[in-house]
Protein backbone atom coordinates (compact mmCIF):
# COMPACT_ATOMS: atom_id res chain seq x y z
CA UNK A 1 0.00 0.00 0.00
CA UNK A 2 1.46 3.17 -0.95
CA UNK A 3 4.35 1.68 -2.54
CA UNK A 4 4.71 3.88 -5.59
CA UNK A 5 4.18 7.09 -3.29
CA UNK A 6 6.56 6.77 -0.31
CA UNK A 7 9.37 5.52 -2.54
CA UNK A 8 9.31 8.88 -4.61
CA UNK A 9 8.72 11.01 -1.14
CA UNK A 10 11.41 9.09 0.33
CA UNK A 11 14.23 9.74 -3.00
CA UNK A 12 12.75 13.78 -2.28
CA UNK A 13 13.51 13.85 1.26
CA UNK A 14 16.78 11.93 0.62
CA UNK A 15 18.17 15.01 -1.06
CA UNK A 16 16.99 17.57 1.04
CA UNK A 17 18.55 15.81 4.32
CA UNK A 18 21.63 16.19 2.25
CA UNK A 19 22.29 19.72 2.74
CA UNK A 20 23.40 21.66 5.73
CA UNK A 21 21.20 24.59 4.86
CA UNK A 22 17.90 25.25 2.59
CA UNK A 23 17.45 28.11 -0.05
CA UNK A 24 14.39 28.47 -1.79
CA UNK A 25 15.15 27.26 -5.03
CA UNK A 26 16.34 24.11 -3.46
CA UNK A 27 12.56 23.83 -1.63
CA UNK A 28 11.37 24.85 -5.29
CA UNK A 29 12.78 21.39 -6.69
CA UNK A 30 11.91 19.38 -3.42
CA UNK A 31 8.40 20.58 -3.77
CA UNK A 32 8.35 19.70 -7.70
CA UNK A 33 9.94 16.19 -6.74
CA UNK A 34 6.76 15.59 -4.67
CA UNK A 35 3.88 17.60 -6.73
CA UNK A 36 5.01 14.84 -9.39
CA UNK A 37 4.58 12.11 -6.60
CA UNK A 38 1.52 13.02 -5.56
CA UNK A 39 0.28 13.37 -9.78
CA UNK A 40 1.72 10.00 -10.37
CA UNK A 41 -0.42 8.52 -7.38
CA UNK A 42 -3.22 9.49 -9.39
CA UNK A 43 -3.88 12.77 -6.29
CA UNK A 44 -6.12 15.07 -8.02
CA UNK A 45 -4.74 18.01 -9.85
CA UNK A 46 -6.77 20.20 -7.08
CA UNK A 47 -5.60 18.40 -4.33
CA UNK A 48 -1.91 18.26 -5.55
CA UNK A 49 -1.56 21.92 -5.89
CA UNK A 50 -3.35 22.93 -2.77
CA UNK A 51 -1.00 20.51 -0.43
CA UNK A 52 2.15 22.87 -2.06
CA UNK A 53 0.17 25.93 -1.73
CA UNK A 54 0.22 24.79 1.83
CA UNK A 55 3.64 23.63 2.66
CA UNK A 56 6.00 26.25 0.79
CA UNK A 57 5.52 29.19 3.16
CA UNK A 58 5.92 27.07 6.37
CA UNK A 59 9.43 25.03 4.40
CA UNK A 60 10.57 28.91 4.05
CA UNK A 61 9.36 29.78 7.44
CA UNK A 62 11.94 31.14 9.92
CA UNK A 63 11.59 27.72 12.19
CA UNK A 64 13.52 25.86 8.85
CA UNK A 65 16.07 28.42 8.23
CA UNK A 66 17.26 28.62 11.84
CA UNK A 67 16.83 25.01 12.45
CA UNK A 68 20.19 22.69 12.54
CA UNK A 69 18.50 20.31 10.60
CA UNK A 70 16.63 21.95 7.90
CA UNK A 71 15.88 18.57 5.66
CA UNK A 72 14.20 16.98 8.78
CA UNK A 73 12.17 20.12 9.38
CA UNK A 74 10.69 19.96 5.61
CA UNK A 75 9.81 16.79 6.48
CA UNK A 76 7.70 17.42 9.44
CA UNK A 77 5.73 20.23 7.58
CA UNK A 78 5.05 17.72 4.87
CA UNK A 79 3.93 15.21 7.31
CA UNK A 80 1.63 17.53 9.39
CA UNK A 81 0.20 18.80 5.90
CA UNK A 82 -0.35 15.54 4.67
CA UNK A 83 -2.84 14.35 8.33
CA UNK A 84 -4.61 17.11 7.60
CA UNK A 85 -5.26 16.43 3.99
CA UNK A 86 -6.10 12.62 5.46
CA UNK A 87 -8.14 14.18 7.98
CA UNK A 88 -6.07 14.83 11.30
CA UNK A 89 -8.37 12.64 13.41
CA UNK A 90 -9.33 8.76 13.18
CA UNK A 91 -13.43 9.21 13.59
CA UNK A 92 -15.41 6.58 15.90
CA UNK A 93 -18.10 4.94 14.76
CA UNK A 94 -21.93 6.19 15.18
CA UNK A 95 -23.50 4.37 17.76
CA UNK A 96 -25.24 7.20 19.55
CA UNK A 97 -29.00 6.07 18.89
CA UNK A 98 -31.90 4.19 20.30
CA UNK A 99 -31.44 0.11 19.14
CA UNK A 100 -31.07 -0.93 16.66
CA UNK A 101 -28.91 1.61 15.62
CA UNK A 102 -29.19 1.64 11.52
CA UNK A 103 -26.26 2.26 8.97
CA UNK A 104 -26.28 1.94 5.74
CA UNK A 105 -23.72 1.11 2.77
CA UNK A 106 -23.90 2.95 -0.61
CA UNK A 107 -21.87 3.02 -3.39
CA UNK A 108 -21.01 2.21 -7.54
CA UNK A 109 -21.47 -1.87 -8.51
CA UNK A 110 -18.13 -3.94 -8.04
CA UNK A 111 -16.68 -1.51 -4.94
CA UNK A 112 -17.02 -4.25 -2.58
CA UNK A 113 -20.04 -3.28 -0.36
CA UNK A 114 -21.73 -6.89 0.27
CA UNK A 115 -18.13 -8.31 1.43
CA UNK A 116 -17.82 -4.93 3.23
CA UNK A 117 -21.07 -5.12 5.01
CA UNK A 118 -20.19 -8.68 6.40
CA UNK A 119 -17.00 -7.68 7.21
CA UNK A 120 -18.09 -4.23 9.16
CA UNK A 121 -20.39 -6.89 11.22
CA UNK A 122 -17.87 -8.89 12.50
CA UNK A 123 -15.78 -5.79 13.25
CA UNK A 124 -18.43 -4.39 15.56
CA UNK A 125 -19.37 -7.77 17.30
CA UNK A 126 -15.33 -8.05 17.81
CA UNK A 127 -14.41 -4.66 18.56
CA UNK A 128 -17.83 -2.85 20.04
CA UNK A 129 -19.41 -5.85 21.52
CA UNK A 130 -22.57 -5.42 19.61
CA UNK A 131 -25.45 -8.07 18.18
CA UNK A 132 -25.69 -7.07 14.30
CA UNK A 133 -27.88 -7.94 11.50
CA UNK A 134 -27.62 -7.91 8.21
CA UNK A 135 -29.86 -6.54 5.60
CA UNK A 136 -29.38 -6.71 1.94
CA UNK A 137 -31.69 -4.27 -0.27
CA UNK A 138 -30.39 -5.12 -3.34
CA UNK A 139 -33.24 -6.88 -5.64
CA UNK A 140 -31.61 -6.31 -8.60
CA UNK A 141 -28.69 -7.87 -9.01
CA UNK A 142 -28.77 -11.65 -9.39
CA UNK A 143 -27.99 -13.52 -6.23
CA UNK A 144 -26.69 -10.23 -4.35
CA UNK A 145 -29.45 -11.35 -1.19
CA UNK A 146 -27.68 -14.67 -0.97
CA UNK A 147 -24.69 -13.72 -1.32
CA UNK A 148 -25.31 -11.86 1.77
CA UNK A 149 -26.98 -14.53 3.64
CA UNK A 150 -24.48 -17.14 2.86
CA UNK A 151 -21.76 -14.11 4.60
CA UNK A 152 -23.47 -14.40 7.36
CA UNK A 153 -24.16 -17.99 7.97
CA UNK A 154 -20.39 -18.72 7.18
CA UNK A 155 -19.43 -16.36 10.12
CA UNK A 156 -22.48 -16.64 12.63
CA UNK A 157 -23.70 -13.32 11.73
CA UNK A 158 -27.36 -12.67 11.93
CA UNK A 159 -29.03 -12.05 8.35
CA UNK A 160 -32.92 -10.70 7.53
CA UNK A 161 -34.31 -13.75 6.24
CA UNK A 162 -35.22 -13.63 2.06
CA UNK A 163 -38.94 -12.70 1.02
CA UNK A 164 -38.79 -12.71 -2.82
CA UNK A 165 -40.40 -9.99 -4.62
CA UNK A 166 -40.13 -7.50 -1.71
CA UNK A 167 -39.73 -3.95 -2.54
CA UNK A 168 -36.43 -2.03 -0.61
CA UNK A 169 -38.86 0.22 1.18
CA UNK A 170 -40.83 -2.76 2.07
CA UNK A 171 -36.99 -4.95 3.37
CA UNK A 172 -36.58 -2.30 5.06
CA UNK A 173 -39.56 -1.82 7.73
CA UNK A 174 -39.57 -5.44 8.35
CA UNK A 175 -35.57 -5.70 9.35
CA UNK A 176 -36.64 -2.53 11.91
CA UNK A 177 -39.11 -5.22 13.46
CA UNK A 178 -37.53 -8.45 12.95
CA UNK A 179 -33.93 -6.75 14.32
CA UNK A 180 -35.88 -5.50 17.59
CA UNK A 181 -37.76 -9.31 18.21
CA UNK A 182 -33.90 -10.72 17.90
CA UNK A 183 -32.29 -8.32 20.24
CA UNK A 184 -29.93 -6.65 17.40
CA UNK A 185 -28.09 -3.88 18.43
CA UNK A 186 -26.96 -2.41 14.77
CA UNK A 187 -28.40 -2.73 11.55
CA UNK A 188 -26.29 -2.81 8.53
CA UNK A 189 -28.16 -2.15 5.17
CA UNK A 190 -26.62 -3.54 2.31
CA UNK A 191 -28.12 -0.91 -0.80
CA UNK A 192 -28.03 -2.12 -4.40
CA UNK A 193 -25.24 -0.85 -6.44
CA UNK A 194 -25.19 0.69 -9.76
CA UNK A 195 -22.23 0.34 -12.73
CA UNK A 196 -22.29 4.35 -12.78
CA UNK A 197 -24.46 7.19 -10.66
CA UNK A 198 -27.92 7.39 -12.05
CA UNK A 199 -30.81 9.60 -10.80
CA UNK A 200 -33.33 6.03 -10.01
CA UNK A 201 -30.42 4.91 -7.99
CA UNK A 202 -29.74 8.19 -6.01
CA UNK A 203 -33.84 8.14 -5.77
CA UNK A 204 -33.78 5.14 -3.97
CA UNK A 205 -31.04 5.94 -1.68
CA UNK A 206 -32.77 8.82 -0.36
CA UNK A 207 -36.10 7.17 -0.18
CA UNK A 208 -34.54 4.42 2.07
CA UNK A 209 -32.47 7.37 4.06
CA UNK A 210 -36.23 8.78 5.05
CA UNK A 211 -37.20 5.39 6.24
CA UNK A 212 -34.40 4.08 8.04
CA UNK A 213 -32.78 7.38 9.23
CA UNK A 214 -29.56 5.77 9.40
CA UNK A 215 -26.72 7.11 12.12
CA UNK A 216 -24.05 6.44 9.65
CA UNK A 217 -23.95 5.95 5.67
CA UNK A 218 -20.91 5.25 4.36
CA UNK A 219 -19.52 4.94 0.81
CA UNK A 220 -17.71 1.65 0.00
CA UNK A 221 -15.87 2.99 -2.56
CA UNK A 222 -12.58 0.65 -4.26
CA UNK A 223 -9.38 2.45 -3.72
CA UNK A 224 -7.70 1.30 -7.64
CA UNK A 225 -10.30 3.76 -9.34
CA UNK A 226 -7.87 6.18 -7.95
CA UNK A 227 -9.19 10.00 -8.89
CA UNK A 228 -12.64 8.52 -9.99
CA UNK A 229 -13.48 7.11 -6.56
CA UNK A 230 -13.17 11.04 -4.85
CA UNK A 231 -15.28 12.27 -7.83
CA UNK A 232 -17.85 9.41 -6.90
CA UNK A 233 -17.86 10.21 -3.24
CA UNK A 234 -18.10 13.81 -3.96
CA UNK A 235 -21.54 12.93 -5.59
CA UNK A 236 -22.86 10.68 -3.05
CA UNK A 237 -21.76 13.75 -0.72
CA UNK A 238 -24.35 16.17 -2.64
CA UNK A 239 -27.17 13.65 -2.13
CA UNK A 240 -27.54 12.04 0.92
CA UNK A 241 -25.70 12.95 4.11
CA UNK A 242 -22.72 10.96 4.18
CA UNK A 243 -20.94 10.21 7.15
CA UNK A 244 -18.20 7.95 6.45
CA UNK A 245 -16.00 6.28 3.54
CA UNK A 246 -14.79 2.90 3.37
CA UNK A 247 -12.12 2.06 1.14
CA UNK A 248 -11.72 -1.60 -0.31
CA UNK A 249 -8.73 -3.24 -2.04
CA UNK A 250 -6.12 -0.61 -0.25
CA UNK A 251 -3.67 -3.21 0.10
CA UNK A 252 -3.17 -3.72 -3.73
CA UNK A 253 -3.28 -0.06 -3.87
CA UNK A 254 -0.05 0.97 -4.38
CA UNK A 255 0.01 4.63 -5.67
CA UNK A 256 -2.52 5.60 -2.84
CA UNK A 257 -4.32 8.76 -4.79
CA UNK A 258 -7.86 7.73 -3.85
CA UNK A 259 -7.08 7.71 0.45
CA UNK A 260 -5.07 11.26 -0.17
CA UNK A 261 -7.90 12.84 -2.42
CA UNK A 262 -11.23 11.62 -0.79
CA UNK A 263 -11.16 13.51 1.94
CA UNK A 264 -10.44 17.17 0.56
CA UNK A 265 -12.86 16.14 -2.36
CA UNK A 266 -15.75 14.91 -0.32
CA UNK A 267 -15.11 16.52 2.94
CA UNK A 268 -16.01 13.47 4.50
CA UNK A 269 -13.76 11.26 6.77
CA UNK A 270 -12.22 8.16 5.41
CA UNK A 271 -13.33 6.00 8.84
CA UNK A 272 -12.54 2.39 7.38
CA UNK A 273 -9.87 0.07 4.97
CA UNK A 274 -10.13 -2.82 3.74
CA UNK A 275 -7.34 -4.47 3.53
CA UNK A 276 -7.71 -8.06 2.08
CA UNK A 277 -10.77 -10.89 1.25
CA UNK A 278 -10.67 -12.32 4.95
CA UNK A 279 -14.10 -10.80 7.50
CA UNK A 280 -11.35 -9.76 9.37
CA UNK A 281 -9.71 -7.47 6.80
CA UNK A 282 -10.88 -4.46 7.75
CA UNK A 283 -9.22 -1.66 10.02
CA UNK A 284 -9.75 1.76 11.48
CA UNK A 285 -8.48 4.60 9.01
CA UNK A 286 -5.57 6.87 11.44
CA UNK A 287 -5.11 9.96 9.65
CA UNK A 288 -1.91 10.27 11.18
CA UNK A 289 -0.31 6.16 11.35
CA UNK A 290 -1.08 6.54 7.42
CA UNK A 291 1.45 9.89 6.78
CA UNK A 292 3.96 7.67 8.57
CA UNK A 293 3.86 5.08 6.01
CA UNK A 294 3.25 7.19 2.87
CA UNK A 295 6.78 9.17 4.09
CA UNK A 296 8.08 5.96 4.45
CA UNK A 297 8.55 6.24 8.45
CA UNK A 298 6.86 2.84 9.64
CA UNK A 299 3.80 2.32 11.62
CA UNK A 300 5.20 0.71 14.28
CA UNK A 301 1.81 1.17 16.33
CA UNK A 302 -0.25 -0.57 13.97
CA UNK A 303 1.87 -3.33 13.45
CA UNK A 304 1.64 -4.21 17.30
CA UNK A 305 -2.11 -4.18 16.89
CA UNK A 306 -2.50 -6.27 14.15
CA UNK A 307 0.08 -8.56 15.50
CA UNK A 308 -2.24 -8.89 18.87
CA UNK A 309 -5.44 -9.30 17.36
CA UNK A 310 -5.22 -12.96 16.30
CA UNK A 311 -3.21 -14.06 19.62
CA UNK A 312 -5.06 -15.69 22.41
CA UNK A 313 -4.44 -14.74 25.72
CA UNK A 314 -2.80 -18.18 26.47
CA UNK A 315 -0.29 -17.06 23.72
CA UNK A 316 0.35 -13.81 24.61
CA UNK A 317 0.76 -14.97 28.80
CA UNK A 318 2.97 -17.98 27.50
CA UNK A 319 5.26 -15.73 25.81
CA UNK A 320 5.42 -13.14 28.36
CA UNK A 321 6.65 -16.04 30.54
CA UNK A 322 9.46 -17.33 28.43
CA UNK A 323 10.94 -13.96 27.76
CA UNK A 324 11.29 -13.31 31.56
CA UNK A 325 12.95 -17.24 31.76
CA UNK A 326 14.88 -16.00 28.84
CA UNK A 327 13.41 -19.11 26.88
CA UNK A 328 12.93 -19.18 23.96
CA UNK A 329 11.99 -22.66 21.89
CA UNK A 330 11.67 -23.50 18.17
CA UNK A 331 7.33 -24.17 19.23
CA UNK A 332 7.86 -20.59 20.06
CA UNK A 333 9.62 -19.47 16.93
CA UNK A 334 6.97 -21.60 15.36
CA UNK A 335 3.99 -19.37 16.65
CA UNK A 336 6.32 -16.65 15.62
CA UNK A 337 6.05 -18.02 11.60
CA UNK A 338 2.43 -18.70 11.69
CA UNK A 339 1.79 -15.15 12.78
CA UNK A 340 3.49 -13.48 10.52
CA UNK A 341 1.62 -15.88 7.99
CA UNK A 342 -1.86 -14.51 9.56
CA UNK A 343 -0.24 -10.76 9.57
CA UNK A 344 0.36 -11.30 5.29
CA UNK A 345 3.57 -12.79 5.41
CA UNK A 346 6.89 -11.15 4.89
CA UNK A 347 5.31 -8.30 2.57
CA UNK A 348 2.58 -7.25 5.14
CA UNK A 349 4.74 -6.85 7.91
CA UNK A 350 7.12 -5.06 5.93
CA UNK A 351 4.54 -2.35 4.89
CA UNK A 352 4.71 -1.30 8.46
CA UNK A 353 8.37 -0.43 9.12
CA UNK A 354 10.23 2.22 8.50
CA UNK A 355 12.66 2.69 5.13
CA UNK A 356 10.21 -0.05 3.70
CA UNK A 357 11.45 0.85 0.27
CA UNK A 358 15.21 0.09 1.29
CA UNK A 359 14.39 -3.19 3.55
CA UNK A 360 12.58 -4.65 -0.05
CA UNK A 361 15.08 -3.67 -1.94
CA UNK A 362 17.14 -5.42 0.37
CA UNK A 363 15.39 -8.43 0.40
CA UNK A 364 15.04 -8.60 -3.38
CA UNK A 365 19.31 -8.71 -4.09
CA UNK A 366 19.58 -11.38 -0.90
CA UNK A 367 16.73 -13.02 -2.96
CA UNK A 368 14.18 -13.45 0.59
CA UNK A 369 10.65 -14.08 -0.38
CA UNK A 370 7.56 -15.53 1.13
CA UNK A 371 8.19 -19.09 1.01
CA UNK A 372 11.08 -18.50 3.16
CA UNK A 373 8.00 -18.79 6.22
CA UNK A 374 6.35 -22.10 4.65
CA UNK A 375 9.77 -23.34 4.34
CA UNK A 376 10.58 -22.78 7.83
CA UNK A 377 7.74 -24.07 8.99
CA UNK A 378 7.74 -27.48 7.11
CA UNK A 379 11.52 -27.73 8.74
CA UNK A 380 10.18 -26.95 12.34
CA UNK A 381 7.30 -29.86 11.48
CA UNK A 382 9.46 -32.48 11.12
CA UNK A 383 11.30 -32.06 13.89
CA UNK A 384 10.58 -34.18 17.09
CA UNK A 385 9.09 -33.09 20.33
CA UNK A 386 12.82 -33.47 21.50
CA UNK A 387 14.61 -31.24 19.07
CA UNK A 388 12.29 -28.56 18.99
CA UNK A 389 12.91 -28.47 22.80
CA UNK A 390 16.65 -27.88 22.63
CA UNK A 391 17.96 -27.50 19.02
CA UNK A 392 21.36 -28.05 19.78
CA UNK A 393 20.79 -31.93 19.97
CA UNK A 394 20.37 -31.58 16.18
CA UNK A 395 23.49 -33.45 14.66
CA UNK A 396 24.35 -34.38 11.12
CA UNK A 397 22.40 -37.33 10.91
CA UNK A 398 19.19 -35.72 12.44
CA UNK A 399 19.58 -32.93 9.97
CA UNK A 400 19.64 -35.29 7.15
CA UNK A 401 16.55 -36.86 8.41
CA UNK A 402 15.35 -33.44 9.04
CA UNK A 403 15.54 -31.95 5.89
CA UNK A 404 13.90 -35.27 3.79
CA UNK A 405 11.08 -35.03 6.28
CA UNK A 406 10.38 -31.30 5.22
CA UNK A 407 11.44 -31.44 1.52
CA UNK A 408 14.39 -29.34 1.98
CA UNK A 409 18.22 -29.64 2.06
CA UNK A 410 21.47 -29.31 5.01
CA UNK A 411 21.72 -25.77 3.75
CA UNK A 412 18.46 -24.90 4.58
CA UNK A 413 18.51 -26.67 7.75
CA UNK A 414 21.50 -24.72 8.79
CA UNK A 415 20.44 -21.41 7.59
CA UNK A 416 17.11 -21.91 9.98
CA UNK A 417 19.08 -22.96 13.29
CA UNK A 418 21.48 -19.58 12.54
CA UNK A 419 18.33 -17.29 12.82
CA UNK A 420 17.24 -19.26 15.76
CA UNK A 421 19.80 -18.80 17.75
CA UNK A 422 20.43 -15.57 16.94
CA UNK A 423 16.64 -14.67 17.86
CA UNK A 424 17.02 -16.65 21.28
CA UNK A 425 20.20 -14.54 22.16
CA UNK A 426 18.07 -10.86 21.47
CA UNK A 427 15.39 -12.64 23.62
CA UNK A 428 17.48 -13.53 26.27
CA UNK A 429 18.98 -9.84 26.44
CA UNK A 430 15.44 -8.77 26.49
CA UNK A 431 14.56 -11.09 29.65
CA UNK A 432 17.36 -9.35 31.58
CA UNK A 433 16.11 -5.99 30.15
CA UNK A 434 19.12 -5.24 28.22
CA UNK A 435 18.10 -3.71 25.43
CA UNK A 436 21.87 -2.56 24.26
CA UNK A 437 22.92 -3.26 21.11
CA UNK A 438 19.25 -4.17 19.47
CA UNK A 439 20.21 -1.21 17.55
CA UNK A 440 22.35 -3.33 16.13
CA UNK A 441 19.99 -5.93 15.21
CA UNK A 442 18.03 -3.27 13.49
CA UNK A 443 15.42 -2.66 16.41
CA UNK A 444 15.41 0.54 18.39
CA UNK A 445 16.07 0.26 22.27
CA UNK A 446 12.81 2.69 22.74
CA UNK A 447 10.44 0.54 21.34
CA UNK A 448 11.24 -2.19 23.91
CA UNK A 449 11.38 0.44 26.23
CA UNK A 450 7.64 1.81 25.25
CA UNK A 451 6.72 -2.05 25.58
CA UNK A 452 8.17 -2.89 29.10
Do not use: W
Not at 84 to 98: H, P, R
Not at 433 to 451: C, S
Request: proline residues 4%; charged residues 25%.
Amino acid sequence: MFENLTTKFEEVFSSLKKTPSLDEKQVDEGLRGIRQALLEADVSLDVAKKFIENVKPKALGQEIIRSTSPGQMVVKVVYDELVKLLGENSQDINLNAVPPVPMMLVGLQGSGKTTTTAKLAKFLEKNKKKKIMMVSLDVYRPAAQEQLKSLGEQNNILTLPIIEGQLPEDICRRAISAANLNGAEVILFDTAGRTQIDLQMMSEIKQIESIIKPTETFLVADSLTGQVAAEVAKEFKNTVNLTGIILTRADGDARGGAAVSMKYVSNVPIKFLGIGEKIENIEIFHPDRIANRILGMGDIVSLVEKASQDLSEENIKKTEENLKKGSFSMEDYLTQLRQMKKMGGIEGVMSFLPGVSKIKSQMDQSGIDEKIITQNEAVILSMTKKERENPKIIDGSRKKRIANGSGSDIATINKLLKQFKMMSEMMKKMSKGNTKGMADKGIPPELFNQLK
